[in-house]
């Protein structure tokens, strides 16, 4: 074991201790399938970061260190493999071993390249889909990688836009859903926004094997950044923004694509206002009609129906932003302060477990 | 009503007479913050003027004296951004403001590559030259280098090059215009400000966020004391003109004149006089680390008696830092978010 990972876990193991579920009962597994482990990017109190992953039991099974954020990940189909993907500007995505957390590949971005923090696999497994930034030029793209061939580049497919971030499949299997920010940014910069004035956020629709765009659809402001993606069981879509105006503004943060357009939910003003004008996350639960989203700026999670935009459910979790379906129909939701809870519609929010560890933004 | 909302609402009911007062010092600790900070904008406002003026007149008739006078009214401007720089919410988001004030971290020295462009290039340099450089041109760290930097006042473009001088010139004509305009849109943005109870936390955070910086970045990482180890006096600013640490100290009093009257007013009204108090203290022992700690960082990095005078600093920043953003947080219950402060 290198010395630095034996490090990472004599630091950690006790924290893993502090994981409990609250009460008896094991976690539901997650709605879209294997496996059956959590896994997420964490931060720790001492300022280093690393992978976590538990079982439906709230057990640690196993932390590794890496050597810089993370942000979220993809489960390579029918492969034991689990995919984390840096922090934009990120210059590396990292393969672990799903049981074992052993790293198998560090794969680095391309020069001029960097990715965002999101990637999907295709059906097969074969087919990693990433998206990626070329800086110079302000290019979105997705890159493609080959894991038969220890996770070569295979291809690269233009998004004719800038900012792209969270990408899923449809489950059509041959269709990238992805969000496409519309903010300029340069690593040379920080992170500062270069372009709010001019921004031209989209949902884009991708054909996966020849990478051209099949859809392209805009919100209703330019300043809505339209950064996280998701489809439901019924193939409907769904994006999240983060909008770039100012804070007294309250637009809609979530949409869903239907006849060709994006069909914006706004919801009471006081919940707008708890959103605070940011979504982390957007899940569409593969059981249900039931569709929710996380604010870690405004500390809330909603639960809303997909169908008619009816809230059913909100509640304040500081610092929440990942989600996942669970079988039986409600949603678990992490916390940048190591809450795990379970939320649904009808139903108070349930506190499943806590650790000495920041949950990043997505739960995979 | 649905079950989490009915708790909620039994929990609001039950906290419904500590919330009166909570807020009435809440609206109290944000119209203090409001007419602080507006304070601040204004003397930044004027040291931009005076900056602005100063330029011009150097530029217009060269002499050693209006030649320190432009770098003296360069620090004076400098040292009032550094008062208010901790303000990271409101007006001064719009337009990336804060960037175009101070474009820091620089470390592939844009703001060097970006002047040697536009010097070498014969175009005259207008106000709307700068609007269109981006923020590495358009704020303090571009007049320093154009004023301080040893290099660019060896070669052929230095001061009072006319055409550097046309850059200097439009550079902090910018600086004072966007002064302008932060003072003016902050005094507009009062009553949203005062009405709006999430700006406490805000502006807590914010004063938090400063303090973490200043412990780590601007002293921590080029002490060498976390990153690679290694000591670099070129990663914090202001290293050119040699006043990295007396931005320090501008920070630290900034953050004492216009955050800690709010914070203490905050606590007390929470029966934390004691924490209050002992924050007051902290900041007065980490304002006697000046003027003594007042030397450029490369000497302080360089010579052990000068480096034990900046680790006494760090030594103070760090237990302020502890105790505004780990005691006063909690005792208020603020909390700044791993998610919430990351953008993505």
Same mark, same amino acid.
């Given at each position: ?56 039991? @709230? ?57 965002? @923090? ?6 097969? *497994?074969r ?9 110079e ?44 920010? *519309? ?35 805009? !919100? ?41 357009? %994006? ?7 006081d ?9 982390? /996350? ?14 870690? +700026? @405004?500390g ?19 610092d ?25 519609? *009808? ?18 | ?7 909620l609402?039994? /929990? ?17 600790a ?10 601040g ?9 005076e ?10 008739? !060269? ?71 981006? +923020?590495?041109?358009?704020?303090f760290?571009?007049?320093e280098? %154009? ?10 473009? /230095? ?12 550079v902090?004509?910018?600086a ?7 003072t003016d ?43 690679? @180890? ?14 990295s ?15 800690? !009257? ?70 208020? *219950? ?11």
């Amino acid at each position: 074991m290198p010395q630095n990972r034996r490090a990472f876990l004599k630091t950690t193991a006790a924290s893993s201790l502090a994981v409990c579920l609250t009460g008896c009962s094991l976690l539901p597994r997650k709605a879209t399938g294997q496996p059956e482990h959590y896994a997420g990017a964490i931060g720790l109190p001492d300022g280093r970061f690393g992978v976590s992953a538990f079982n439906r039991s @709230g057990d640690i099974l196993w932390q590794a260190p890496v050597e810089s954020r993370c942000h979220s990940g993809c489960n390579r189909p029918d492969h034991s493999e689990l995919l984390i993907f840096e922090r934009r500007p990120g210059w590396s995505f990292y393969v672990f071993d799903a049981s074992t957390g052993d790293r198998k590949h560090h794969v680095k971005a391309e020069p001029g390249e960097h990715f965002v @923090g999101h990637g999907v696999f295709s059906p097969d *497994g074969r087919w990693l889909y990433v998206t990626a930034s070329r800086y110079e030029p302000g290019e979105g793209i997705v890159a493609v990688y080959d894991a038969h061939r220890n996770y070569q580049r295979a291809d690269t497919f233009d998004l004719a836009g800038v900012g792209p971030h969270e990408l899923t499949l449809h489950p059509d299997g041959e269709t990238l859903v992805i969000g496409l920010g *519309g903010i300029l940014t340069h690593p040379d910069y920080d992170r500062l926004k270069l372009n709010l004035d001019t921004m031209q956020p989209a949902l884009l629709l991708m054909n996966r094997r020849s990478g051209d765009i099949v859809g392209r659809f805009q !919100p209703d402001h330019h300043q809505q950044s339209a950064r996280h993606v998701n489809v439901g069981g019924n193939g409907r879509v769904y994006v999240a923004y983060q909008y770039q105006g100012p804070r007294y503004e309250t637009p809609p943060l979530l949409a869903r694509l239907e006849d060709g357009k %994006l069909r914006e939910y706004r919801f009471d003003q006081d919940t707008q206002k708890a959103l605070a004008n940011y979504i982390a /996350s957007v899940v569409a639960h593969p059981e249900n009609d039931l569709v929710a989203a996380a604010s870690p +700026v @405004g500390g809330t999670i909603v639960v809303f129906r997909g169908s008619t935009g009816e809230l059913v459910s909100r509640a304040s979790i500081p610092d929440c932003a990942g989600v996942q379906a669970l079988t039986g129909g409600d949603f678990l939701v992490s916390s940048g302060r190591g809450r795990l809870v379970q939320v649904g519609a *009808g139903k108070p929010a349930r506190e499943i477990a806590t650790l000495p560890v920041y949950w990043d933004h997505h739960l995979v | 009503m649905q079950p989490i909302t009915r708790f909620l609402c039994i /929990s609001t009911l039950a906290a419904t007479s500590s919330l009166t007062l909570a807020s009435t010092a809440d609206t109290e600790a944000r119209q203090q913050w409001h007419e602080a900070i507006a304070g601040g904008y204004q003397a930044l406002t004027v040291e931009t003027r005076e900056l602005s003026d100063a330029a011009r007149n150097y530029c217009q008739a !060269p002499t050693e004296k209006s030649r320190t006078l432009v770098e003296s009214a360069w620090l004076d401007a400098f040292v009032a951004w550094q008062r208010v720089r901790f303000v990271d919410f409101g007006p001064i988001e719009t337009d990336n403001l804060a960037w175009q004030f101070q474009f820091w971290p620089d470390p592939k020295n844009l703001v060097a590559r970006k002047a040697g462009y536009l010097l070498d290039n014969d175009s005259t340099i207008t106000p709307s030259v700068i609007r269109e450089s981006g +923020v590495a041109v358009q704020g303090f760290p571009m007049m320093e280098y %154009l004023l301080f930097d040893q290099e660019m006042n060896t070669g052929n473009n /230095s001061l009072p090059a006319p055409h550097t001088c046309e850059l200097l010139t439009n550079v902090a004509l910018h600086a004072a215009t966007n002064s302008q305009t932060l003072t003016d849109q902050w005094s507009a943005f009062k009553a949203h400000y005062i009405e709006n109870e999430l700006y406490r936390d805000t502006t807590i955070r914010a004063g938090m966020a400063a303090l973490e910086i200043l412990e780590e970045r601007r002293l921590a990482r080029p002490m060498g004391l976390s990153g690679n @180890g290694k000591r670099n006096p070129y990663i914090t600013d202001a290293w050119r003109s040699g006043k990295s640490l007396a931005t320090v100290e501008a920070t630290v009093i900034g953050l004492q004149q216009l955050y800690l !009257p709010g914070l203490t007013l905050l606590l007390e009204s929470k029966e934390e006089t004691g924490l209050a108090n002992r924050i007051r203290n902290q900041f007065a022992e980490v304002q006697d680390n000046f003027p003594g700690a007042r030397m450029p960082m490369t000497a302080a990095l360089e010579a052990d008696d000068q480096y034990r005078t900046l680790q006494g600093l760090y030594v103070d920043i760090s237990q302020l830092t502890s105790l505004v953003n780990d005691e006063a947080a909690v005792a208020i *219950g603020v909390v700044r978010g791993f998610n919430s402060s990351d953008g993505d």
